[in-house]
C-alpha cells in the first residue's frame, strides 16, 4: 500500500511540475505575443524578414528568334562552417581547397584557400564568431560554375550538410552590344526604365513571390531556405519586327557616316511599307570625349525643324486643295525673295525666276514653296486650312509607337499669339513647327502605301514559354491621308527628286528609290558667323513598288551639310545592301544577269586547300597553287585552275560563299558565330556581310 501511495505521490509530483511549467510557458507567450508584441515584432523586421523573389525577366527577340535582350543569372556563394562535422571537415578540406583554387578563385592557392577555411572554422568553434557561419566563397559565378561548385567535397552534402548557402542574382545582357541598344531600353533598378525595357516592364518583369531571408554581419541579408529550391517563375517575352540582318547594315552605315563626317549624332529607321512594322531603328551619338554609342533615342524622342522633308506635306496640301498641279507657274525670284522683314533665301542664287512646281520641288526651292503657301494659306481667314491639312495628314499626333519618350508633334495653332505673318511661308519649307524622324517617315510611308497611314510597330506579339499572350496586329487609319490623284503626284514628285532633282547626284542603278532631300539650319542666331545644319533624306524603295520606307538624319555634321551629299548616300548604301539581301526583291532583279549571278549562284569554289589538293590529285587535273594559305577559293571562270587564298581574320565575318556546309560550319563557328544552315549544296549567300565585326551574333547561310 505504501508503494502505491509513493507512486501516485510522484505521479501527482510530475503532472503538477507540467501544470506549473504549462502555465509558465503560456505567461510567457502572452507577454510576448500582447504585452511585448509590438516590440518583438519590430525586431523581427530587423533581422528576419519575408522579402520579394522577383521572377526571371522575360527575353526581347528580333524577329527571327535572334536574342536583343535577355537576363542572365549569377550566384553568390557563402559557406556555413560551423554546419559540417569535425570529420567531414577534416575529410575533404584539402581537396575542397585544390577545387575553389582550380576553379573558382585561382588568385588563392589551395594552402591559401585551406588556411583560410580552418582558421575561420576554428574561430567560430572557439570564439562562436558570426562570420564564420557566413562565409563568402565567390561573389559572381555562374550557373555551370555553380553546377560543378555543388559537386566539390564538403559542399556536395547541400545546405544542411556542406554549409552551402546560394544566393541568386540576375544580370541584363544585350548579345547585340549597340545594335538597337537604345529602342530595346535599359533595365536600372530604382530609377526609370527607358525603350522597350520600360514600355513592356510588367509583362517582362512576370509576378513576384517572397522569401525568407535573414540578416547576417555586414548587413547582408541572406535567405533562410536554398533560393535554387524555389520554383523560379519567368516573365513574359517580347517580339519584336526588328530584322537583325537589316538591323546590322543600318548600324555600319550610320556609324560611319557621323563617324566620317564629325557629326554630333545620326538616326535611321527602315519601316515595312504596308504594315508599319520598324524593321531597324538605329541612334548613335558621340559623348564628352568623342566616342560613339548609343545614348539617346532620336528617332522617337527628339523633336526637330525637319526642313525641306516637309515641303513634300505643303505641295500635297495645295494639290489636295486644288491650290496647283505639277505644271502650276511659280516664281522663284532668282533664290532670294523678302517676306514681310526677313529675307528667305534658297540653298543657291540660281537666277530662275518664272518655273512650274515640279521643278521647284526637284531644286527643292524654298521661295517657290513659301510664295505658294503664303498665297494661298497666307490670309488670317485661311490659315487654318493649312493646318488642317497637316493634321489631315497625320503630322499632329504622336505616332503611339511601343517605346517610351516619344515627343509630342509641335505644330502652332492660327489662333496662338507666337502667330506672325511669316509663320506660313517659313513652315512651308519646315520650320516654326516640330517634329521626331519617325513622325516624318510615317507620313512618308503613307505616301508609299499609296495613301494609307499605317501606325508604326515595334512589337508584334507578347509571349510566356511559348504561348502566345497577346498580338500587336498592323494598324490602319480609316480614311487615306489625301486624295488618289495626290499621292500619285506626290509620288511622281518624289521620284523625279531622285531622277532629275537634288538626288540625281546619288540615285541608284541597283534599286531605284524615291524620296526628298533635307537641310535644316539649327541653332541659328542673326549675325552669327557659323550655322550649324541637320542633314536628312525620307523616302522608300523600290520606287514603283515600294516594300520598305526609310528616313535618315544626320546631327550637326562638319565640313558638308546638305541632305543630298551628308544623308543621301547614306540612305542608298542601306536601300542597296537591303535589296541584294532580302529575298522578297528577287522577282524585281531578274532582268539584271550580274545580281542574279551574284546573289543566286557561288561566284566561286572555297574551301580546305588539302581538300582540293587531293581532288585534283585524284582527278588527274593540274593546278597552281599561288598561296600557302590553309583556306583557298577558286574562280571557275579562269581557264587554268588557281589556288587563290582566301584570307579569315579573326573578329571579322569571313566570305563564306563557295564553301561546303562542313568547311562553312567549321570556320564560323570557330571565330564564334552561331549559325543556321538552310538548304543543301555550296553557300551561295550568308547573312552578314564579309567584313563585319564579329560580336557573337547569328549567322544564316543558305546553300544551293
Known sequence: MDRKNELLIRAYLVLLAFVILSAVILVRVVKVSVIEGEKWRKLSGVNVKMMPVYADR????????????????????RMDLMVPSQERFDNGID????????????????????????????????FKKPGSRYHLIAKRID?????????????????????LIIEKHNKRDKPYKMLASRTIGVDRENADKIGLEGYFDNFLKGDTDEKLMKRIPGDIWIPVFDPTEIEEKQGDDVHTNIDIHIQDIVHEELVEAVDSFHAEAGTAIVMDVKTGAIKAISNISRNEKGLIGESYNYAVGHRSEPGSTIKLATVMALMDDGHADLNTKVDLFGGRKKFYDLVMEDSHIHGTRITDVQKAFEISSNVG?????????????DRKNFIAKLHQFGLHKPTGVEIKGERDPLIKDPAAKDWYGTTIPWMAHGYELMLTPLQVLAFYNAVANDGVYMK???????????????????KRRKDKIAKTSTIEKAQFLLKSVVERGT????????????????????????GKEKKSYNASFAGYFPSDDPVYSMIVVIYKPQNAYYGSVVAGPVFKNIAEKIFVLKDQFNNTINDNDDLLVNNDLPSHHAGFAPDFKRVFGYVGMGYEKKTKSSWVKIDPSEEEVEIKKNEIKKKKVPDVRGMGLRDALYVLE???????????????????????RIEGQKINIYLN
Open 58 to 77: 522575360g527575353n526581347i527577340y528580333a524577329e527571327d528568334g535572334s536574342l536583343l535582350a535577355t537576363s542572365l543569372p549569377f550566384f553568390e556563394i
Open 95 to 126: 581537396s575542397l581547397s585544390y577545387y575553389l583554387s582550380k576553379h573558382i578563385d585561382n588568385s588563392k592557392s589551395p594552402r591559401e584557400w585551406k588556411s583560410q577555411l580552418s582558421e575561420v572554422r576554428k574561430n567560430g568553434i572557439e
Open 143 to 163: 550557373f555551370d560554375q555553380l553546377k560543378m561548385l555543388k559537386e566539390f567535397p564538403i559542399l556536395r552534402y547541400g545546405r544542411y550538410g556542406g554549409g
Open 369 to 381: 514653296m513659301a510664295s505658294l503657301a503664303k498665297q494661298f494659306y497666307g490670309k488670317k481667314e
Open 456 to 474: 508604326p510597330q515595334i512589337v508584334r506579339k507578347i509571349s510566356q514559354i511559348e504561348k502566345t499572350k497577346k498580338v500587336f496586329k498592323p
Open 503 to 526: 538626288g540625281r547626284s546619288f540615285q541608284s542603278n541597283v534599286v531605284p528609290f524615291s524620296g526628298k532631300t533635307g537641310t535644316t539650319s539649327v541653332d541659328y542666331v542673326k
Open 670 to 692: 570557330n571565330l564564334g558565330l552561331e549559325v543556321e544552315a538552310n538548304g543543301f549544296g555550296k553557300v551561295k549567300k550568308q547573312s552578314l556581310k564579309p567584313g563585319a
